[in-house]
């Protein structure tokens, strides 16, 4: 099983922002999912951030790498995408995970996760910040 973690940033003028969400049963987390069988990594990125946001993406998302994540050290596919008109917050209904809500939010880049993440958030976050920062977002 491999997974993909679209990461969505803004730059604000109190810094840059990555999106995450309130999952009504399991806390602050990013978007993330499985990759479909035969279903293309950056398709797969795109797919799960529509179904889990509502945002469509028609540009080339930027590959940030792939990092073993999680108990079971699943590979975790990362890409980026910038964005510069999305609202403060939004909820979603999702098309996938039992049509729960999800409320949307930004987290400071420069921030560490809180205790409302789940451990492995902490360990996408500590994979692709960096990353992130290489591409000059976040400086």
Aim: charged share 20%.
């Amino acid at each position: 099983m491999e997974k993909v973690c679209p990461v969505v940033c803004r730059e604000t003028s109190s810094g840059w922002q990555v999106l995450g969400f309130i999952h009504p049963s399991a806390g602050k987390q990013f978007v993330k999912g499985t990759v479909e069988q035969g279903e293309n990594l950056e398709d797969a990125a795109k797919r799960e951030l529509e179904e889990e946001s509502g945002l469509i993406v028609g540009s080339r998302m930027i590959f940030l790498g792939t990092g073993l994540i999680g108990l079971g050290s699943v590979s975790w596919h990362f890409f980026g995408h910038l964005e510069k008109s999305l609202p403060d917050s939004w909820d979603h209904v999702t098309t996938d995970d039992h049509g729960h809500t999800f409320s949307y939010f930004w987290h400071p880049l420069e921030q560490p996760l809180g205790s409302g993440w789940h451990v492995t958030f902490h360990e996408a976050f500590a994979f692709f910040r960096p990353r992130i920062r290489q591409l000059g977002w976040g400086l």
